[in-house]
C-alpha cells in the first residue's frame, strides 16, 4: 500500500492560475518534504516542514508556498503559474531529517 | 555540501552483478552516504545507507572506502526492474537530500 499518496497524478492550469498540489502520508512521519522535478534533471528541495515548523530554502521563488494542516496532509500552493513552473512536483517524508526519506510518485503539472 | 561524481550511464546483462561507484571525496566526516534510484515515472526510492563499514540490505549492498572519498553500490543480480537513475548523496545531519546528475542504469535482457 503506498505509504506517501500524492493526488492528482497529472495536473493541467492555465498561466497565472493558482493551483494546488496535495500530498498525504500514512507514516505519521514528522518531515514532509516538497521537490520541484523540471525534465531531465534531478529534484531539487523547494522546502520542508518539521511537525509545523516550515523550512524555505534560500532559492524557492516566492510563487511557491505550503501548508500544513495536520501531520498527514500537505499542500504545495502555486500563486500564478508560469510556464517555466512545468514540472513534476514530488512529496517525501521521513520520520528525522537525517533518516531515509519516501517519496510519493509525484504529480505532474503541465502549464497552458 | 558535498560535490557527488558518478557516472552517467552504465549497462548490465540481466542477472549480472552490477557496480556503481560515486566519487564523494569533499565528504565530511559527519555525512551519511545515501543511495536512492527513481524509475521512469515514479518517485525516487530510498536504497540502502552508510557511514563508514560496509552494509547490506535486501536490496543491495554498499562499500565504502577507507577514506570515505568514495562508495559503490552494489547490485547482486541484476534485473529488468532495476533499471533505473541511482543517485549517490551525501548527507549531514540536515533534512536536505541534495541530487546530483547520477547514473542511469540500463539492463539487458
Known amino acids: 500500500d503506498a505509504m506517501v499518496i500524492q493526488n492528482p497524478r497529472y495536473q493541467v492550469t492555465q498561466f497565472g492560475k493558482p493551483v494546488t498540489l496535495s500530498c498525504s502520508q500514512t507514516l505519521n512521519h514528522n518531515v514532509m518534504y516538497w521537490y520541484q522535478q523540471k525534465s531531465s534533471q534531478a529534484p531539487k528541495l523547494l522546502f520542508h516542514y518539521y511537525d509545523k515548523d516550515f523550512n524555505n530554502e534560500a532559492d524557492t521563488p516566492d510563487n511557491f508556498q505550503s501548508r500544513r494542516p495536520n501531520t498527514s496532509f500537505c499542500f504545495l500552493d502555486i500563486r500564478s503559474p508560469g510556464l517555466g513552473d512545468a514540472a513534476m512536483y514530488l512529496c517525501?517524508?521521513?520520520?528525522?531529517?537525517?533518516?531515509?526519506?519516501?517519496f510519493g510518485d509525484g504529480t505532474r503539472l503541465s502549464i497552458l | 555540501d558535498a560535490k557527488t561524481t558518478q557516472p552517467n550511464s552504465m549497462e548490465s546483462n540481466e542477472e549480472e552483478p552490477v557496480h556503481l561507484p560515486c566519487n564523494h571525496s569533499?565528504?565530511?566526516?559527519?555525512?551519511?552516504i545515501h543511495w536512492y534510484r527513481q524509475l521512469p515515472s515514479q518517485g525516487p526510492e530510498y536504497v540502502i545507507h552508510?557511514?563508514?563499514s560496509n552494509v547490506n540490505n535486501r536490496m543491495a549492498s554498499l562499500a565504502i572506502a577507507e577514506d570515505r572519498k568514495s562508495s559503490t553500490l552494489i547490485l547482486h543480480r541484476a534485473t529488468l526492474r532495476d533499471a533505473a537513475v541511482y543517485y549517490c548523496?551525501?548527507?549531514?545531519?540536515?533534512?536536505?537530500?541534495?541530487f546530483g546528475s547520477g547514473t542511469r542504469l540500463l539492463v539487458r535482457p
Open positions: 548523496i551525501p548527507q549531514a545531519s540536515s533534512y536536505k537530500l541534495i
Open positions: 552508510g557511514l563508514t
Open positions: 569533499t565528504i565530511s566526516g559527519t555525512d551519511y
Open positions: 517525501a517524508v521521513s520520520s528525522e531529517g537525517n533518516q531515509p526519506q519516501h
